[in-house]
């Protein structure tokens, strides 16, 4: 899967959970999901379910410890997927 | 979770034995504030105590230890709840560590200090998702030396003064999955004026503890075994509040 279709993806799937939209219509590899978007840190655990169930991969717990930016959580899902 | 470097034991072996250390000067101070200064008392406390006891004599198995959070000092009041001063100072390993807010309670040097010497390991709640997994890593490590631990599955002081059964945290969950054949003690404390979450109980406030051991199982994998793992403990100390207003009346 190419990594624009993965990133346009991801960011559909975070925008229900970020606040600030400004930085959403902004967004790019390197925004920071908690601190940029605000995406609550306690929500960041449905933000990867849904990674996984929209992927159809599986994620273990450390590797969420990876993930800041959406371009990790790009990079993590293109490993993930092959 | 990240494996603990041998810095990283060193220095926690070091932390382990200056909180021995000093045990017989902030343990009876804790136990006196609570109990002269601020009047509070457990009902029941010594049959708390004797269960306490029971469960960690009846396995060798690490012990985690996960309670409803209201108010700031909770940690304080459960550990005081499940062992007296004086049976704390024989059994150091049964005195729960604690992973306080490092905003609320570690943000000056002095706080540090005091933290550092009280068994706790201050979180970044809500922070840098690896210096979580490193303090998630430092637990892991002392639940399986025998250590007795204490976190809030939560999260957080729960804001509607319940329970928070939806609650969306899974670091106890993953825990768990890191400490084979780790049981869960499941602790409901509750003073009897506690109507809501707050920073501090009344004063002269009486509170009544229940208990419940666990063994959580899950046949999921990766994240949704932590949340499954979790969501098994919240919902057993969800059963134990309504026991607890049950019988209140």
Not at chain 1, 39 to 51: I, K
Not at chain 2, 117 to 138: H, Q, W, Y
């Amino acid at each position: 899967m190419q990594e624009s279709e993965v990133f346009q993806r991801v960011v559909k799937i975070i925008s229900p959970f970020a606040k600030n939209q400004a930085a959403l219509a902004g967004v790019s590899p390197g925004t920071h999901i908690l601190d940029e978007l605000k995406v609550n840190s306690a929500r960041l655990v449905d933000v990867v379910l849904a990674f996984e169930d929209e992927f159809g991969i599986e994620i273990a717990d450390e590797d969420v410890d990876e993930v800041n930016t959406v371009g990790d959580a790009v990079r993590l899902i293109r490993s993930k997927l092959g | 979770m990240a494996e603990l470097s041998p810095r990283a034991r060193l220095a926690l072996g070091i932390q382990l034995a200056v909180g021995r250390l000093l045990a017989p000067l902030w343990v009876p101070l804790s136990a006196a504030l609570m109990r002269g200064a601020m009047g509070w008392r457990v009902e029941g406390v010594e049959q708390t105590r004797a269960e306490y006891r029971r469960i960690r004599d009846a396995s060798r198995e690490p012990l985690l230890v996960c309670a409803n959070h209201l108010t700031m000092v909770d940690s304080a009041l459960v550990a005081w709840a499940l062992g007296s001063p004086a049976w704390y100072l024989m059994h150091p390993a049964a005195l729960p560590w604690n992973l306080p807010d490092r905003e609320n309670f570690a943000s000056t040097w002095w706080a540090r200090a005091v933290v550092y010497v009280m068994k706790c390991l201050p979180i970044p709640r809500g922070g840098d998702r690896g210096e979580v997994s490193s303090v998630l890593a430092r637990v892991g490590w002392l639940l399986r030396r025998g250590e007795a631990a204490l976190v809030f599955p939560e999260g957080g002081r729960s804001r509607s003064g319940r329970v928070e059964q939806d609650s969306r945290t899974y670091g106890v969950g993953r825990i768990l999955g890191e400490v084979p054949g780790c049981r869960v003690l499941c602790v409901y404390l509750r003073g009897e004026r506690q109507a809501s979450w707050s920073r501090m109980p009344a004063r002269g406030d009486r509170f009544r503890a229940r208990l419940a051991l666990l063994e959580p199982k899950s046949v999921a994998s990766g994240l949704r075994r932590s949340l499954d793992l979790s969501r098994q403990v919240l919902a057993r100390l969800a059963a134990l509040e309504e026991e607890h207003f049950r019988d209140r009346g």
